[in-house]
């Protein structure tokens, strides 16, 4: 029994799949499916019942994955120790973002690694919120950038600064004589949400999708990347709602459109980095966090607590 067996056997009961399995495991199927019968053989009992289209842990299975996955994570661990005492410089970075996110930090991150940690490697990644919470469980990324509303807790939250909300029109609507807005008063045939949350409290008084209110609009442009739906909005009297970060960078590359900003409350989000509980890169994070405290992306108010 070693190590990469437990994992295998853990794979499987997570996907309820061999061959799910094999595919994040890295291996081929027959090699996992061999593995755990060596596994079964070793101790001397079944840990799955194998079925036609379905796979599912016997009694004595849920067990032993219980066990198993209770030493995978003691084994990462240690890997994770082993990483705080070594240069962290060293160890790759991984960061994840999202989509709301990336197109505006990817140079601002890029000036803050480059000052505090020019010999390290960074990987950023774009996804969604609930993925890249799951792939900071799965030790993939070391944090990912999310709103407090989007966040998992059984991870640990460090905010690192708040930032209002904003309805983006084109230069010229008729909205744009407005000083401030109510989420009520969007209008539900104009507006285009997005299918993911931006983490902010007041998206639940914002018009929901209605096939019938756009049923007059030419486009569904609903399930187009968030930059890509700004765009449109600048040639047409469509509108989204836009971070404050996006929409001062947006600003700064002259595109036409105006930002109306919502009322209160639930118009502010907290958003910070999502880590795992005694991650070992939380003195990088620190000093991240400083960072941002001491020089914040235009639009935003730092919130970081040493």
Known sequence: MNLRDLEYAAAVAKLGSFSGAADICHVSQPALS?????????????LFIRMSGETRLTAFGQRVVAIAEEMLV?????????????????????????????????????????????GMRVTMIEDLPQNMLQQVEDHTLDVALVAQLNHNPTLDFTSIWSEPLYLAVRNGHPLVTLTSIRPEEVPEHDFIRLPHSFGYALEDRLPTPDRQARATKRFD?????????????????????VSALAAEQFRQDAWPLSFIPFEAPGNLRNLGAASR??????????????????????GVTPTFEA
Do not use: W
């Open 221 to 241: 442009l609903t399930a187009l990347r968030f930059e890509t739906i700004c765009r449109h909005i600048c040639h047409s009297d469509d509108c989204t709602i």
């Open 34 to 46: 061999n593995q755990i019968r060596k596994l079964e053989k070793e101790l001397g009992m079944d």
């Open 74 to 118: 003691g084994a990462q661990r240690i890997k994770d120790a082993a990483t705080e005492f070594r240069d962290p410089e060293a160890v790759p970075f991984h960061i994840g973002l999202t989509p709301t996110l990336a197109p505006y930090l990817t140079k601002y991150f890029s000036e803050l690694f480059s000052e505090l940690f020019p």
């Open 277 to 298: 509980k005694n991650c070992p890169r939380k003195p990088l994070l620190a000093k991240i966090g400083a960072y941002i405290q001491r020089n914040p992306p235009e």
